[in-house]
C-alpha cells in the first residue's frame, strides 16, 4: 500500500503523447452534405506534475474541453497515449476513474432536485454518502460562501455561480487526486469567481491534489497555475510557467503578459475571440 | 479486495435507486399525470368489453365477464410492463436531456450496477402503481379474481423480471447509438412489443411472421401465463414451462444486453456522442 502511495507520488499525474481527436460533424436538414472531418486534438503531447495546477490556455473551439473529456474517460482517442497516474485511460478506464473528477463550465445536476440530494448522488458512486456526508456538504458550502437554506432547494431555483459552486463542492467531496476543471468560474460574478479561485488553492494545499485548469481567463491563470500550457486548433503552441512564458516572450526588455505570450505563440487575440464568441451566442 | 469492490458497487447501487426516488418525489406532479393517464387508460379498456354487449357483440364460447378480465389483466400488466420497460430504456435519454450524463458515466461505477440501480427502483415502482390501479379496477368492474392463484402469478412475475430487464437495456442503448433518433426508436419498440405479446389478445389471431415474432416475445408468455394463474387459477406447477422459458431467455438477454451496452457505449465515446443532444 505505501509502495503504492510513493509510485504515486512519484509518477506524473498526467501523461500525453501524441493524443489525436477527430469529430465527424454532419450536414443537417433534407439536403445533407457529406460529412467533414474536424480535427479537435493533434498530436497533442504534455506531462503534468502531481501536485501542480496547469492551466490550458485558449479560445473557445481550440480543444481544451475535447482534451480534458479524453482524460475523463469520455471520449477515447483516435491516436497516442494518455495516463492519469499511470493508468492508461483507455485499457484501465476503470482505475484512472477513481483518481479523478471533474467540474465542467456548465453545472450539470438534475435540476428539480436538490444541491444535497444531487451530492449525495455523486457521493454514493464514489464510495461515500453514509453518517457525516451532510455535515462535510455543509462545511464546503460555508467556504465556498453559499447560504445553508439552499441545500434544500430544488437547483433550478439555484443562480448560476450558486449551481457551479455546489459543482465545485460535488467534485471536491470526491477527494479526488486530480481534478479536470473546465472553464469552472466561466460566467461567475467576481466575487464568486473569487471564492472559487480560493478553493482550488485550498484543495491543492489541504489535499495535495492535482489540478488540470482549462480557461480563457488569462488574470485566473497567472493567479492560480504553477505551469500553463497553450492550445489553439488542437496543438500545443506553447508551455511552462507563466513567468518563464513572460519573460521567454519579452520584448525590448519589458517583460510580456500572457495576452502577449498567447498573441505571438497563436496569432490571435485571446479576450477578443470570447468576447465576439460570447456576443454571438 | 473484492469484499471491498462490493462494498463500493453496492453503495453505487443504492444511489441510483435513491436518486431515483428523489427524481419520482420531485417530479411528483408528473407522475400524478402519468398515474391518471394509465388509469383512464385501464379504464377504457374495462369499457370497451363492457361495451361489446350493447353493440351485440357478445363473444361466443367465453362469458362477457371472461372476456372484460382477460383485457382488464392485459390492460394491467401492460401498464406495469410498459413502465418498468419505458424508465429502463429512457436511463440515458434522461440523463443526456438532464445534462447529467457525462458524470454518471465518468463515475468508477461498473455499467451493470448503473443499470441494476435503475431497474429495481423501475421494477418496484411499477408495481406500486399497477396495484394502486388494480385497488381501483377490481371492485369497480366487480372482477371475480376469486379462482386466481397468486402463488403461481407471483412466480411469473419473478420470472419476467429478468428478461424484462434485458429488453429494456437493449432499448437504452438505442440513444447511446443515436442521440437524435434513439429515443422515438425506444417508442417504436414499445409499440411493436405491444403488438406481438398478446396484451389483448391471443397471438394465435395475429398472422403466422407475427405470430411467430411474438412467440420470441417474453412478455408473450408473461401474460398468457399470468392470465392462467388469474383466470383459470392454473398451480406453481402448470406454470413452470412459461417461468423456466422466461428465467432462460433472462439468462440470454441480461447478460447479452449489458454486452451490447458497453459496445455501445464505446462507440458512443470514440464517435463523441455521450453529451450530444441533437
Redesign the interface.
Known sequence: MLVRAVDQVNKAAVEMCGIT?R??VSGRGLRRRPPVEKLALDHVSLEVATGEITGVLGANGSGKSTLI?VL?????PDEGKASVFGYDVVRQA?AV??H???V?V?A??????SPW?NI??????????GAGTRTRVEAVLDRLGLPRETLDR?MKQLSRGQQQKVAIARSFLTSPSLLLMDEPTTGLDPRSRREVQDLVNVVRAERAATVLLSTHDLAEAEALCDRVVILDEGRVLAEGTPQDLCREYATDGQPATLEDVFLRVSGKRLEEDVEEEEAGS | MIANSFR?EA??F???V??QR??YR??WAWEAVWLLYSLVTVLSIGYLASGLSTLGLEPSGVSLRDAQLFLLIGALLWTYLSMVFFEIAFAVTWERW???I?????????RITHLLGICAFSLAYGIARAALIGLVVVPLFKLDLSHANWLSALLIFAAATLPLLGLGIFTAILPLLSPEKGEQMAFAVQGILLLLSGVYYPITVLPLPLHLAGLLSPLTYTLSAVRDALLHGASPRGVLPSAAILLAMGLVLVPGSVWCFNRAE?RA????L??RSG
Open positions: 481527436k469529430f465527424q473529456r475523463a474517460t469520455l471520449l477515447t476503470a476513474r477513481r479523478i473528477n471533474r465542467s456548465e450539470a445536476f438534475f435540476k428539480e432536485m440530494e449525495l448522488y455523486a457521493a454514493r458512486l464514489y464510495g461515500s454518502g430544488p | 463500493w453503495n453505487a443504492i444511489g441510483f435513491e436518486r428523489n427524481l420531485r417530479y438532464e445534462g447529467t457525462e458524470y454518471t458515466f465518468m463515475a468508477p461505477v461498473r464505446a465515446k470514440r464517435l463523441g455521450l453529451k
